[in-house]
Every structure is written in C-alpha cells, then in structure tokens.
C-alpha cells in the first residue's frame, strides 16, 4: 500500500514557494524540477493557493518568462489552476481600481502586475478549460447571475470593480 502525497496546508505551500523560487533564481534548480515539484504543489487547493500567492505577487521573473516545462504541468494539473488564476485576474483586478482610488500608486501597480501575469497564464492553459470558467465568472461580473456572484459578494466588489474585472476577463482572449 502506498500512502497519498502529503497536502501542505496554505501556510507550507507558501513557504515551499518561496524556496523554490530562490533556488530558481539563484540557478539552484533548472526549469524542469521546478515545474515537477510545483505541478505536484498545485495538485491540491491548498497547494495551488500557496504558489500562486507567493509567484504572483512576488519579485521573482518566473510568472513574467513561464518556463514551457512550467506551463505543461500547470496545464496538466487543469481546472484547479485555471480556477485559481482566474480568480485571481478578478481580485488583482479589482484591488488595482481600489488601490487606485485611495492613490496608493505602488500597491496599484503590483496588483497590475498580478493581473497581467494572471492574463498571460490563461492564455497558456487549456483554452476550453479557460473559456468555461471565464465565462462563468463574467457572467457574473456583468450580469450579477452564476455561480460566481457569491465569490464577488464575498469581497464586496461594487459595479465599478465588477466592470473592470469584466474588462480583464475579456482582455484575455485579446
């Protein structure tokens, strides 16, 4: 009998993350290892909301050059990582108008920076994939209807946010 992989709760997958990533960096470890242990971190929700926490929103350039090898395993991994990415084009889009709107510039642009890298990946994962859910999540930006709208309540986006975050979702098929 063979026992499951361990899932890492959020807290370890961050931390993980964050290993990783200097070990990238500093050429510790190639493209292919990295994408094999982030494609197993990512296989759980936990997992997959950690690294996204940590390589979106980070310094590290792994999410603005995405290794192919990278970008195979995330596309393997499916419908979780496109759910988190596109989850998180929606809040990375609506914290920049927020940040915006209170004139925190710098706060604005890294939420801009998460956006962009989140638009980037969904374009480089399963397109079906990436068209179902983005279209579940549009359909609540802009008609407040959908299995989405309790995520948008939850955050208490307004109608402006809303608005962009519709205009993110279709800047990725752009």
Same mark, same amino acid.
């Given at each position: 009998?063979?026992?499951?992989?361990?899932?890492?709760?959020?807290?370890?997958?961050?931390?993980?993350?964050?290993?990783?990533?200097?070990?990238?960096?500093?050429?510790?470890?190639? &493209?292919?290892? !990295?994408? #094999? /242990?982030?494609? +197993?971190?990512?296989?759980?929700?936990?997992?997959?909301? *950690?690294?996204? $926490? @940590?390589?979106?929103?980070? &310094?590290?350039? !792994?999410? #603005? /050059?995405?290794? +192919?090898?990278?970008?195979?395993?995330?596309?393997?991994? *499916?419908?979780? $990582? @496109?759910?988190?990415?596109?989850?998180?084009?929606?809040?990375?889009?609506?914290?920049?108008?927020?940040?915006?709107?209170?004139?925190?510039?710098?706060?604005?642009?890294?939420?801009?920076?998460?956006?962009?890298?989140?638009?980037?990946?969904?374009?480089?994962?399963?397109?079906?994939?990436?068209?179902?859910?983005?279209?579940?999540l549009l359909q609540a930006a802009r008609d407040g209807?959908?299995?989405?709208?309790?995520?948008?309540?939850?955050?208490?986006?307004?109608?402006?946010?809303?608005?962009?975050?519709?205009?993110?979702?279709?800047?990725?098929?752009?």
């Open positions: 009998m063979t026992t499951p992989p361990l899932e890492p709760t959020f807290q370890q997958a961050m931390e993980i993350t964050a290993q990783w990533l200097a070990l990238w960096e500093n050429g510790e470890l190639s &493209d292919e290892v !990295l994408a #094999d /242990r982030v494609g +197993e971190l990512v296989a759980s929700r936990d997992g997959g909301r *950690g690294f996204f $926490v @940590v390589s979106l929103v980070g &310094d590290c350039p !792994l999410m #603005d /050059r995405l290794p +192919e090898s990278l970008v195979l395993q995330l596309r393997a991994v *499916g419908d979780g $990582v @496109v759910d988190l990415t596109a989850r998180n084009l929606a809040m990375s889009t609506a914290m920049a108008l927020q940040h915006g709107r209170s004139g925190d510039a710098q706060q604005r642009a890294g939420s801009e920076r998460v956006r962009g890298r989140c638009t980037e990946l969904l374009r480089l994962l399963e397109p079906m994939a990436v068209k179902q859910r983005l279209e579940t209807a959908g299995d989405d709208v309790a995520f948008l309540e939850r955050w208490g986006y307004d109608a402006d946010q809303r608005q962009a975050i519709a205009a993110a979702i279709e800047a990725v098929a752009e």
